[in-house]
């Protein structure tokens, strides 16, 4: 099955820093979502991007599906940034309707005020 | 609002019991999920559905077993034969492009 690397596994910075997040695959995705996991287990969605570049304030993350990588870019980072981050990806072939995504490790951010 | 509530938020079972958890969803959303989370891992998937009726086996669907009979429901129950069932559990919905998570089910077997 597909694969899902991610780095670093672990990331400590001081407030106000800026830190990028990778992640590499293995095969062909038609799917490709970075998620937020809060201190207290809560999953939140940060993009749903398969290929390109988008932004949402002070998160970025574009996806070169050719090359099988993404990356997630946090400017300025705040406290409340601090959590797990997953990259997750659906299969190619993957079942109409249905996203069965295979998810990283997880990079683990802290950020230290 | 629209969301996904999963309950209880902490479940304690005796070994050989069986237990259920729920998940309800109110986003009118066709597909659900359940993925099973261990300390400092990713998530897996258990189980999932399309539609009302049909359901799915996921990457580690041996001990757990799934309903659904309603759109907005979609309950997880972990039998006795599940080995190792202490874990968080996340139920999710979506549509074409992204996921809704819950807040999710800490089980612990005592």
């Known amino acids: 099955g597909i694969q899902v690397e991610q780095s670093p596994p672990d990331l400590i910075l001081q407030e106000g820093a800026n830190s990028t997040l990778r992640c590499n695959f293995s095969d062909s995705v038609n799917n490709l979502q970075w998620f937020h996991q809060n201190p207290w287990g809560q999953l939140i969605n940060l993009f749903y991007?398969?290929?390109g570049t988008k932004q949402n304030g002070r998160l970025s993350a574009t996806t070169v599906a050719t090359e099988r990588y993404s990356l997630l870019y946090i400017s300025s980072s705040q406290t409340t940034d601090s959590g797990v981050y997953f990259c997750a990806v659906d299969r190619r072939g993957s079942i109409q309707g249905a996203q069965k995504l295979v998810f990283g490790q997880g990079t683990r951010l802290t950020i230290n005020p | 609002d629209g969301g996904i509530t999963q309950s209880p938020k902490y479940l304690f079972r005796k070994e050989g019991q069986n237990v259920t958890l729920s998940c309800e969803q109110n986003?009118?959303?066709?597909?659900m999920y359940w993925y099973r989370q261990d300390p400092g891992q990713g998530l897996r998937l258990i189980y999932y559905s399309q539609i009302v009726n049909d359901f799915q086996k996921g990457d580690i669907a041996e001990g757990y077993s799934v309903s659904r009979e309603k759109k907005e429901s979609f309950p997880l129950t972990v039998t006795s034969a599940q080995k190792n069932p202490t874990a968080f559990y996340l139920c999710a919905s979506t549509t074409r492009h992204g996921y809704t998570f819950g807040s999710g089910t800490r089980l612990t077997v005592v």
């Open positions: 986003l009118n959303h066709d597909a």
């Open positions: 991007i398969p290929s």
